[in-house]
T-cell receptor
């Protein structure tokens, strides 16, 4: 069981907006930066967001993220069929000295 | 700029395997590296980290004492020596590079190599 909790699945229609939550605790999200990844089966995960809300070069501004307390949220606007993937949050846990990933959220674009 | 994972395969419970991750296109020695695995049908699981420069290592509880991460900066290769393998270690194993920024984030990933532990 992951120490970071994500909804197993979310869905929305093309063009719409979706949010994916990531809930942790004071020793991980509460103290450390959060990153987000997009993972299509059979491919390498792609870094979407780092340091809570920073987009790497080449990531469109349709992807955004925020953090508040012990939770973080990824938002995707203008959904496209190519956005269908699994999305993971990740952070460091200060008490455990480990990297944590959320359980992953499968996005379906209807 | 890429990471290429190799070394996976079928191994019996209790056996050993060594994974490799060859880096190219960047100054490998400057970066901390990690191994992450994904069991079939499940999510990502961090396995181990090795810090660039110091060589300090960290392990998930599930593999501590059985797996050893190491690196050869002269050849730009990351290794994961796995021993006393268990059925539950079956997964696709990928190496990843810690990216810029303050937090732990991974901006470059290998394509993964499948490890199957089965009798």
């Amino acid at each position: 069981q992951s120490a970071l909790t994500q909804p197993p699945s979310v869905s929305a229609a093309p063009g719409q907006t979706v949010t994916i939550s990531c809930s942790g605790s004071s020793s991980n999200i509460g103290k450390n930066y959060v990153s987000w990844y997009q993972h299509l089966p059979g491919t390498a995960p792609k870094l979407l967001i780092y340091d809570n809300y920073v987009r790497p070069s080449g990531i469109p501004d349709r992807f955004s993220a925020s953090k508040s307390g012990t939770s973080a949220t990824l938002g995707i606007t203008g959904l496209q069929t190519g956005d269908e993937a699994d999305y993971y949050c990740g952070t460091w846990d200060t008490s455990l000295s480990v990297v944590l990933f959320g359980g992953g959220t499968k996005l379906t674009v209807l | 700029v890429q990471l290429v994972d190799s070394g996976g395969g079928l191994v019996q419970p209790g056996g050993s395997l060594r994974l490799s991750c060859e880096a190219s296109g960047f100054i490998f020695s400057r970066y901390s590296m990690v191994w992450v695995r994904q069991p079939p049908g499940k999510g990502l699981e961090w396995v181990s980290s090795i810090i660039g420069g110091t060589g300090d290592t960290y392990y998930a509880d599930s593999v501590r004492g059985r797996f050893t991460v190491s690196r050869d900066d002269s050849k730009e290769i990351l290794f994961l020596q796995m021993s006393s393998l268990r059925v539950e270690d079956t997964a696709v194993y990928s190496c990843a590079r810690r990216g810029f920024g303050t937090g732990w984030n991974f901006d470059l990933w290998g394509q993964g190599t499948l490890v199957t532990v089965s009798s």
